[in-house]
């Protein structure tokens, strides 16, 4: 006989990375402590990542697709949605994904794909939103997790987490203030999307 865990299904996620994947870390393990309802059916890395030594630990299915093995963005990017329907996935979590995926994979998972960035989005998008607030004076900064939009870091936002930025901070200090905010922020941002927040 089926046990529950059996026939009620669960969201599948597939985590893109190209780093340490922290933030995947903080997924999984709302995951596995029962935080989160939802299953990594996918981890996809462009590069040979540190976050996929704790995705072979923990035994989740993981990609290495390197851009320089495509001709085309698109041919890139097909391959990865291959992957990722492979998987049966059905929420796109770009945790540290340091490319910006094409408009064509995107309309293949419509408002369902969402990023976290280091900043009070729309203050500083792009490359090192920390450094931005430090060079602008900044006394708050923090991280935002929003839905994906072909327009990079421009998405409608989920919620945002914010930190102070005191005299004499550091873009180390800073971003390390702001990560430990991320990786609360990236599961109360799944749970309220996944519906998992009654
Ligand atoms: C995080 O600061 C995230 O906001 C940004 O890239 C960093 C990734 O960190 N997009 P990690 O790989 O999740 O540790």
Request: aromatic letters at 6%.
């Amino acid at each position: 006989m089926g046990t529950l865990s059996d026939t009620v299904s669960v969201p599948v996620l597939g985590v893109f990375i190209s780093g340490r994947g922290s933030n995947f870390q903080a997924i999984h393990r709302a995951i596995q402590s029962g935080v989160l309802s939802a299953r990594i059916g996918l981890v996809i890395s462009d590069r040979d990542a540190d976050g996929l030594v704790y995705a072979n630990a923990n035994n989740l299915p993981c990609v290495v697709c390197p851009r320089s093995d495509f001709s085309t963005q698109a041919d890139h990017d097909a391959a990865m949605l291959e992957q990722c329907q492979r998987a049966q996935v059905n929420w796109i979590v770009l945790a540290g994904y340091m490319r910006i995926l094409s408009a064509g994979f995107l309309a293949n998972y419509p408002d369902k794909v969402l990023n976290i960035h280091p900043s009070l989005l729309p203050k500083f998008k792009g490359l090192h939103p920390q450094r931005q607030a430090l060079a602008a004076g900044e006394s708050e900064s923090g991280c935002t997790v929003h839905y994906v939009i072909p327009e990079v870091d421009s998405g409608p936002i989920i919620l945002q987490h914010r930190v102070p930025i005191y005299d004499g901070d550091t873009e180390a200090q800073l971003s390390a203030r702001i990560l430990e905010e991320e990786h609360k922020a990236y599961v109360a941002a799944l749970k309220i999307v996944l519906g998992d927040d009654e």
